[in-house]
């Protein structure tokens, strides 16, 4: 059973459309992390959430965490096909430690 | 500042041949991860370490896989002896204060045939 579900597995859009990725569990979490991962790269870290009902944006990228602190979504403006790559979130029980990670969604932003 | 080193960033042997991975975590970290990555099982944590010591290596699939971190600078995870099965993408993570946070390596690519 995994932890962490993510969705849509895979998404493939134009540039300029707008769209949103989510991160769901029955577990709460401490805290929640967004990575991006491109082909033949490590994932790069986006952000992290720790409060409930949590609201952070980096630049076109505005991040949630459920007022249960048990789900995240992740909402991106306008995409540009720099977007494209494989988003992973990761959830931690307690401040100390390891990290479970979702199996990602596949974004394709077409030009 | 120099990211999480990991050498080497591909790696081919053959099957029951020992394999060595390495890596640099980033300096002043604390904490250091291995993962595996396959299209199959996604991410998987193999094992952490806070101050060089391991904390959790309930991820690591059998005794074949070893790791060791003998001081804050250095870690490796070994494969003895190595099986087709074990074909992955490896990757080395460090973190710091935050330590739920992991800023990855590059990653080794093993293929074990």
């Known amino acids: 059973t995994q932890l962490l579900e993510q969705s849509p597995q895979f998404l493939s859009i134009q540039e300029g459309e707008n769209l949103t990725v989510y991160c769901n569990s029955s577990s709460v979490f401490s805290s929640l992390q967004w990575y991006r991962q491109e082909p033949g790269e490590g994932p790069v870290l986006l952000v992290t959430v720790v409060t409930g009902g949590e609201v952070k944006k980096l630049k076109r990228l505005t991040f949630q965490f459920g007022d249960a602190r048990k789900d995240s979504s992740l909402h991106i403006t306008a995409a540009q096909p720099g977007d494209t790559g494989l988003y992973l979130c990761a959830g931690a029980r307690t401040n100390a430690g390891k990290s479970t990670f979702g199996d990602g969604t596949t974004l394709t932003v077409k030009p | 500042d120099a990211g999480v080193i990991q050498s080497p960033r591909h790696e081919v042997t053959e099957m029951g041949q020992e394999v060595t991975l390495r890596c640099k975590p980033i300096?002043?970290?604390?904490?250091l991860f291995w993962y595996r990555q396959t299209m199959m099982r996604g991410l998987e944590l193999l094992i952490y370490?806070?101050?060089?010591?391991?904390?959790?290596d309930s991820g690591m699939p059998e005794d074949r896989f070893s790791a060791k971190m003998p001081n804050a600078s250095f870690s490796t995870l070994k494969i003895q002896p190595s099986e087709p099965r074990d074909s992955a993408v490896y990757f080395c993570?460090?973190?710091?204060?935050?330590?739920?946070?992991?800023?990855f390596g590059q990653g080794t690519r093993l293929t074990v045939v």
């Open positions: 300096s002043g970290h604390n904490s």
């Open positions: 370490f806070n101050n060089n010591v391991p904390i959790d």
């Open positions: 993570a460090s973190g710091g204060a935050r330590n739920t946070e992991a800023f």
